[in-house]
């Protein structure tokens, strides 16, 4: 059996997401490693009730399958979007956008980063409390 | 609201699987299909027990997330690995590879394409009944 075949996804560590780049309690695993031949990195995002990553962009862009509870994803200039399970959203590269729970739902979804050699991610401000009220308007 | 919003992934059509690259009934939905601006394409494939892809490869790689029952993965010269919900794959460009469900269990997994404009797939021949068995053992 191949080493992968010993290392079940399942037990990746879920670290605690960066105070730098999000508000409030999230966790991300990584289901899919940097350094892996497909040059895409995959990460599982669970974000606590309120919490939200800053607006940020991806340099090769991003793609959200959400597995769990129900969440925002907002574009800069645009409304937000309320996400459920089974919602996918392709982020095109360089789009400044943010994601996260509401402010009463837990929120999970993959993270997909193609070309992640290019770059993960470019961060920008936290959103703030107005910002983040309305969305649920 | 973005016209994605009036999209939801879960209204997406579920395709039967092509008798040429499959063995078995087999359904497949675009969650993110070709053409969006990560150049990434995501399906979301389900197996019936016994069903299962030909030998095949992908010029770019493939990255396989497990959702729901239990399947194998096999590289041309390897043993064949069990896998289930939450277990990742990444599958470098140009192995030759199959996968399906087992010969008991139902096996649904997204199916992740980066540079999904260097070519989807490479189809090969069908995985023989005894090639099939041999991975139960």
Redesign the interface.
């Known amino acids: 059996?191949?080493e992968?075949?010993n290392n079940?996804?399942?037990l990746a560590e879920a670290k605690r997401a960066s105070a730098e780049n999000f508000t409030g309690v999230a966790f991300a695993t990584l289901?899919?490693p940097p350094g892996?031949?497909?040059?895409?990195v995959?990460g599982n995002v669970t974000f606590e009730p309120g919490a939200r990553n800053n607006w940020h962009s991806h340099p090769?862009?991003?793609?959200l399958?959400v597995?769990n509870g129900a969440g925002y994803y907002q574009e800069k200039g645009?409304?937000a979007?309320l996400l459920?399970p089974?919602?996918?959203?392709?982020?095109?590269?360089g789009v400044v956008h943010w994601h996260g729970a509401t402010a009463t739902t837990l929120f999970t979804h993959?993270a997909?980063n193609?070309?992640a050699s290019q770059g993960i991610a470019d961060w920008d401000e936290p959103v703030t409390d107005e910002e983040y009220q309305a969305a649920h308007a």
């Open positions: 059996m191949s992968q075949a079940p996804t399942a289901a899919v892996n031949p497909t040059d895409c995959v090769a862009g991003q793609i399958i597995t645009q409304p979007r459920r089974g919602d996918a959203v392709s982020i095109a590269p993959y997909i193609p070309n």
